[in-house]
Nanobody, 127 residues
Framework: VQLQASGGGLVQTGDSLRLSCAAS????????MAWFRQGPGKEREFVAA????????PYADSVKGRFAISRDKAKNTVYLQMNSLRPDDTAVYFC?????????????????????WGQGTLVTVSS
């Protein structure tokens, strides 16, 4: 199973951008997918997640109200709509998928909950 992320780019403060991440290869069942990001000189941090069956969508406080995660179950694809972008949103954005047999709902913000990671897509927000 592999994840292919796309949609990053260079935008200005206040602009919008939509990231996509498609899962493919083999037979798998997605429990949830998520977006994490790593800014310059920072550790990777949780952004948003979506539970595949219920559509539950927890967010990091820093993006709540500006970002929206969604999924297309038929395409095994997750999206991240990013609005009102700010310079501190500049980061490499990674998508991740939990396809394991041991699903713990409360682990949505923890990297250890995810089995597969995409290659990352760079988002740069200029001031």
């Amino acid at each position: 199973v592999q994840l292919q992320a796309s949609g990053g780019g260079l935008v200005q403060t206040g602009d919008s951008l939509r990231l996509s991440c498609a899962a493919s290869g083999g037979t798998f069942k997605i429990n949830r997918m998520a977006w994490f990001r790593q800014g310059p000189g920072k550790e990777r941090e949780f952004v948003a997640a979506i539970t595949w069956a219920s559509g539950s969508t927890p967010y990091a406080d820093s993006v709540k109200g500006r970002f929206a995660i969604s999924r297309d179950k038929a395409k095994n694809t997750v999206y991240l709509q990013m609005n009102s972008l700010r310079p501190d949103d500049t980061a490499v954005y990674f998508c991740a998928a939990d396809i394991g047999t041991r699903y713990i709902s409360s682990y949505y913000a923890q990297e250890r909950a995810y089995d597969i990671w995409g290659q990352g897509t760079l988002v740069t927000v200029s001031s």
